[in-house]
Every structure is written in C-alpha cells, then in structure tokens.
Nanobody
C-alpha cells in the first residue's frame, strides 16, 4: 500500500505561481511512475502531467504544456508540480497518483493509477 499526501495548494492571482508537493510513504516509490490529475467543480478528473520512475520522461496535457513542470526526488520520496502563469481555468483540486505497472511510460488515464492522494485545492482568481 502506498500513501500519498499532497501539499502546496492555495489561492493565487492569475499569472502567479504555486508549487505542489506529493510525499509518498512507500519505500518502493522510486520504481513507480507518478502523475498529477485535477478536477474542477462540475467536471471530470483530468490528466495534468506524469513522470517516469527515474524522471527521464515527462508528459503533459496540452492545456498546461509550457507552464507546468513535473519533477521528482527519489531520495525524498516526493514529486512536485511547479505551476507558472496560472489561469482561472487551472482552478481545481489537484491529486497525485502512483502507477506501479508502467514505470517507464506512465499512463494518462486515471484508471491506470493504483494509488491516490487526498487532493489539494488550487484557486486562481482573475
């Protein structure tokens, strides 16, 4: 079992930045691909970004490409999501998730992730 705990959410004005963190409890964290998803009010949860087990491959949704950066620290068992140039449309609850089955090429579908954090709220005002 993997426990994931997100932090770093908050309120920011459009154009601002936030960095989300996700700390994992599992000693095998470094062998998992990891992802970030988000869910806005009244909408389905959507893929944001993913990173392979070693950090060598990253993937982004088109809506965040060039503004968000996913990274990981396998010593600290933590992944990050640096979010720049935030827009009101980025307002959502952000979740991190672990994919132990596809460490080299993480999936973009939420069904591909076995473990989920509780989420952290990001609110961007115009």
């Amino acid at each position: 079992q993997v426990q994931l705990v997100e932090s770093g959410g908050g309120k920011v004005q459009a154009g601002g930045s936030l960095r989300l963190s996700c700390a994992a409890s599992s000693p095998t964290f470094s062998s998992y691909a990891m992802g970030w998803f988000r869910q806005a009010p009244g909408k389905v949860r959507e893929f944001v970004a993913a990173i392979s087990w070693g950090g060598g491959s990253t993937y982004y949704a088109d809506s965040v490409k060039g503004r968000f950066t996913i990274s990981r620290d396998n010593v600290e068992n933590t992944i990050y999501l640096q979010m720049n140039s935030l827009k009101p449309d980025d307002t959502a609850v952000y979740y991190c998730a672990a994919d132990p089955d596809r460490p080299l090429v993480p999936g973009t579908g939420e069904y591909e992730y076995n473990y989920w954090g509780q989420g952290t709220q990001v609110t961007v005002s115009s």
